[in-house]
């Protein structure tokens, strides 16, 4: 599919659990504004699919335990920009970075930071979760194995722009302490079985007075990568955080942006390999394993011929 099909979709949420600076301790409420989605987005049918429910989130969850192997054989580049808007609406703070991930002489996963200028931002501060959240989480991946954490529920058929997609509700059944989960809406591609937009928010929101972090909702956009893999290539947002008042103090809205951007994905050709039942499927995503079952990933030296580096 020709990447020009999602450029005309411009998102409307934010993206980025975020933590108040300040002398005092707000009381924050995990609520914010949001804005419609684009355009892009057509009119949702409720209708029922052509094919089972529970058929489609067993194919769609196990192509996305393929995809997950795929991406950590992948070499990519990754821009964040957090942005607090002012009321002119203008930016008053920033923290910008750009990375290159991907793979040292030994094969390991490595970052390395290509564009880091100062951190400017003075009304809120990037928490542990943020970061975490970017790395994990804004590109949300429901494979067959986390698919029992979560209620996933049939909403209907959406055509995004040229995709016909399904769409579903997903939700945690149970939150665990110390564990955050993806909560919110995901379209799935009906020919390739694959999720290609997402949105939502991490939760839970921590609200304890003097230690809150809240997240934002946010959308990922995906792209076929190679002509095999749907891939996050744009995370983007614009909305408003709003802290309620408590005893001694009033309450604050902060406004944000933030946008990320994958690009310059290149395969890694050296030692992730994706296996099912002693075939290695690896760069077929058409040979998806059936239901109930995940593939296993072999790990492999590199070759003195495997760049470290993409070319």
Avoid at 288 to 309: F, L, Y
């Amino acid at each position: 599919m020709p990447l020009a099909v999602f450029r005309r979709l411009i998102p409307a949420l934010l993206a980025a659990p975020m933590m108040l600076l300040s002398s005092f301790a707000l009381h924050a409420q995990a609520s914010y504004t949001s804005m419609p989605l684009d355009q892009g987005f057509g009119p949702l049918d409720q209708s029922q699919p052509e094919m089972p429910v529970q058929q489609i989130i067993t194919e769609f969850t196990a192509k996305e335990a393929v995809f997950r192997q795929a991406l950590n054989n992948y070499t990519w580049q990754r821009s964040v920009r957090v942005e607090t808007i002012d009321d002119d609406g203008k930016p008053d703070g920033q923290y910008y970075q750009v990375v290159d991930i991907a793979f040292d002489d030994e094969g390991r996963r490595t970052e390395r930071v290509l564009d880091a200028p100062a951190n400017s931002l003075t009304r809120v501060m990037m928490s542990p979760a943020d970061f975490s959240d970017i790395e994990e989480r804004l590109p949300f991946v429901l494979t067959t194995e986390d698919a029992p954490q979560y209620d996933v529920t049939y909403v209907g058929k959406q055509k995004i722009d040229e995709i016909d997609t399904w769409v579903f509700d997903v939700r945690p059944k149970i939150i665990e302490k110390k564990k955050r989960y993806f909560q919110g809406r995901i379209w799935v591609d009906q020919k390739e079985h694959q999720i290609v937009v997402t949105n939502g928010k991490t939760v839970p929101d921590d609200v304890r007075p003097g230690h809150e972090d809240l997240s934002m909702p946010f959308v990922t956009y995906r792209q076929l990568v190679d002509g095999k893999y749907w891939f996050p290539v744009y995370t983007h947002g614009d909305g408003v955080l709003h802290f309620a008042a408590g005893h001694g103090y009033l309450s604050q809205d902060v406004h944000m942006r933030e946008t990320l951007k994958y690009t310059n994905y290149h395969e890694f050709h050296t030692s992730i390999r994706v296996i099912y039942q002693g075939q290695d499927i690896t760069g077929n995503p058409q040979k998806t394993p059936p239901a109930g079952q995940t593939p296993s990933s072999q790990t492999q030296p590199p070759t003195p011929q495997t760049p470290a580096k993409p070319q």
